[in-house]
């Protein structure tokens, strides 16, 4: 399976991005009850895309809110901000920076936040040895990233109708997304990141749609399999759908699609 790091065009796919935010919305509730944060406290958000969970954290800290996003893809970085100025919500802005290098000060946030960034990082360990220097010491971090291949059947099945398709460099980036997701290893790196004091724990959620053609649509909707599409030959797109629908199958309860996907919720303090 290709390592390389052929992630989503995030700057081109940006305006769509959203329709996925209700479906990974309770792995946010979660890393914003691992985060602690109080009103006041100064906080980032590490590849926080289109804004969440920063946004939902503002909108709950109402006027005392402290709260900086940061992401590499620009055009993520105006969604969100755009989000910001339409709402109106005070304490909060959004910027386009890597991970790996934060223009900040050491310790000068007392939380940090990433929701689904770290094993995208071209570098995550030295993303998260960020992540340290800017907490203040006695400051939180809440961070969740996916599991393994085997638990995560969407992109699973995206893998597998795809990649027998195309040249591994094209393949989805289904290794990348699981990078993190064996034991071991998310521990490992925030240790030689310099944590010392941390919990991860596997849980599980599930991405529920009313139907598989519900379903389907929200992939299309969002683009995230673009490249992967446009490399197909034209007699070959007509096929994905269905092949995919074979899958899913095994899913359906009642009528409706509903998809248990594991991730890890590391969360801990320097
Ligand atoms: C799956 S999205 C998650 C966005 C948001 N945190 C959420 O949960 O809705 C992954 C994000 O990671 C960003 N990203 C990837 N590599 C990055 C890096 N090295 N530094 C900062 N952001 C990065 C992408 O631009 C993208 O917006």
Known sequence: ??????????????????????????????????????????????ASGTGEPALTL????KGHAN????????GMVRVAQAKVTKER????????????QLVFNDNSFDRALCRFGVMLFTDPLQGLKEMRRVLKPGGR??????????????MHWSYEVFSKRLPEDQHPPLAKITS???????EDLLNTAGFSSFSVVRKTFDYQFKSFD??????????????????????????????VGRFARDFIHDGQLRIPHEYLVAAGGK
């Open 1 to 46: 399976m290709s390592t390389k790091n052929n992630q989503p065009d995030w700057d081109k796919i940006a305006e769509k991005f959203d329709v996925w935010l209700p479906h990974i919305a309770p792995v946010g509730e979660e890393l914003l009850a691992a985060l602690e944060a109080k009103p006041g406290d100064r906080i980032i958000d590490l």
């Open 141 to 154: 971090f809440a961070l969740a990233v996916w599991s393994t291949p085997e638990t995560m059947p969407t």
């Open 180 to 186: 993190l997701g064996a034991p071991g290893l998310l």
């Open 89 to 100: 919500l005070p304490g909060i802005s959004f910027q386009c920076m890597p991970a790996e």
């Open 67 to 74: 709260i900086l996003g940061i992401d590499a893809a620009d």
């Open 214 to 243: 519900d379903y389907w649509d929200t992939v299309e909707a969002s683009d995230i399999l673009k490249q992967q599409y446009d490399a197909l030959p034209q007699n070959e797109r007509g096929k994905i759908r269905d092949e």
């Open 58 to 61: 503002a909108r709950r800290l």
